[in-house]
């Protein structure tokens, strides 16, 4: 029987950035992935190798823009390790349907020139627009890069800057009404609050509809910061692939001595004594843990799966029910269509320029499209009679991920998990057929040929994957791939449960991290890194724990006061 320090359960991007800082630290670390490869939803793979070989596709993640937020590639040096990032600009281009279109750059004045083609208020409007959403990122920085719950490693997090920011937004009572307010009303109305044209409000929702819930929600308003990021600190993508992070942080990784085994599915976390000390894969093998057990799988599948209900009762007699009942998953999810082209698409009713394709191409009309298209999945509908969607062509930027003058193609088309009226066929149960989802791919490809002509003909082959695999690949509950959803009462200290939300669990040496922890989902290694320090921190003596709270307060006081 082999024994580590630490087991890690899932080889994704956060679970290898936790066991990154852990072995760094000096522990031993095994890391177990069910999938013949690592990564999670972060990998680029061979999908047609018969009829496109020489093609590589980003299967889910793709752009990049909250680990630029955080410290993690700088602090584990993952350029020696072989990442190098590649950043967009332009950002965006949304082509309208009555001829205009929104192009965003990563500079804001040259945004503001493209909007002012066709509003010259919302130009003016816009600036003010990115700039109160860039500050709020600075602001909420500290908050991101630390435990939810360790008030003094959020405090040594802030410097002169981002307190700056904060008395910008909070520096006094009209303006920390205004903050809250904002807080608490939804994407749809701070759009319309701020702006009048159609083709720049539609796709500033879909963009904040990338948290997973519908422009409309309430309490979700800071979804429109997704498009402030993309100009700071700017939208990136791997070179190779998003799989390229995976590969620094595995050759990082096996440097340090660690292990990870890939086709090696968890079955069971074995309790001793209310203890975490090892896990039992599906052949029957065990693997022991004198130190401790990380899951990067979500807290629901963790604690009402791989665990006997006896020994979470032991630890915590309502955690079950609680994790059953007040965590919470919308059905919406993604319907994933990967292409291989042999010319890149062309928006000819556009002023066409090949630049347009480096960034995202966002198909979003109207604002209720948008919101069709993130509303109908929660009551088990596929929107898909005229379907939005988030595109990008991988290849304009990166040429190196198809054969000479050829390209790939990435589509996110919002889907429900369960489709209303087939539970009991299909995948799982879901209603998702192979039939079903080549139908529904098929108009979503329609939709974008309407813009883009050529497309059709460019086609060399496609592979389609539904819902219903989506979540089987990832091992995601109901194909959630953020584990929960992103809404504020999932979220810091809430996620995924106000007792899990630290990273501890009611297990002694047993800990969360991945996208269900805070911050959340989305390509950070946030996560993984805020995990680390919670397990070190609980290994250290207490004299040495209080000196590296001093040492955060008196950071935070040097850059603050300069003393």
Known sequence: METYDVIIIGAGHNGLTCAAYLLKAGYSVLLLEKRPVPGGAATTETLMPETAPGFRFNRCAIDHEFIHLGPVVEELELHKYGLEYLFCDPIVFCPHPDGKYFLAHKSIEKTCAEIAKFHQKDAER??????????????????????????????????????????????????????????????????????????????????????????????????????????????????????????ALLNLVRSHGGIVLTDQSVKRVLIDNGRAVGVQVADGSEYRAKRGVISNIDAKRLFLQLMEPADVDDADGALRERLERRIVNNNETILKIDCALSEPLRFDRYQHQDEYLIGSVLIADTMRQVEIAHSEPSIGNIPDSDPSMYVVMPTMLDPSMAPPGQHTLWIEFFAPYQIAGKEGTGLHGTGWTDDLKNKVADRVLDKLAEYAPNLKSAIIDRAVESPAELGERLGAYKGNYYH??????????????????????????????????????????????????????????????VAGASKSLKSMTKSVLGI
């Open 484 to 545: 929960i959803d992103m809404t504020l009462e999932q979220m810091v200290f809430f996620r995924p449960l106000p007792e899990l939300a630290n990273y501890h669990t009611p297990i002694e040496g047993l800990f969360l991290t991945g996208a269900g922890t805070h911050p959340g989902g989305s390509i950070s290694g946030m996560p993984g890194r805020n995990c680390a320090r919670v397990f070190l921190q609980g290994q250290q003596p207490l004299n040495q724990a």
């Open 126 to 247: 816009y600036g003010e627009f990115a700039r109160y959403w860039q500050q709020f990122i600075s602001m909420a920085i500290p908050i991101f890069n630390a435990p939810p719950k360790s008030v003094i490693d959020i405090l040594g997090n802030y410097d002169i800057k981002k307190i700056k920011d904060l008395f910008s937004l909070l520096g006094a009572p009209q303006k920390t009404l205004d903050f809250i307010r904002t807080m608490l009303t939804s994407a749809e109305d701070m759009l319309h609050e701020q702006f009048d044209s159609e083709f720049l409000k539609a796709p500033l929702a879909r963009l904040a509809s990338e948290l997973g819930a519908p422009p409309s929600q309430k309490n979700l308003a800071i979804g429109a910061m997704m498009m402030a990021m993309r100009h700071h600190p700017g939208m990136a993508r791997p070179k190779g692939g998003t799989g390229a992070l995976v590969e």
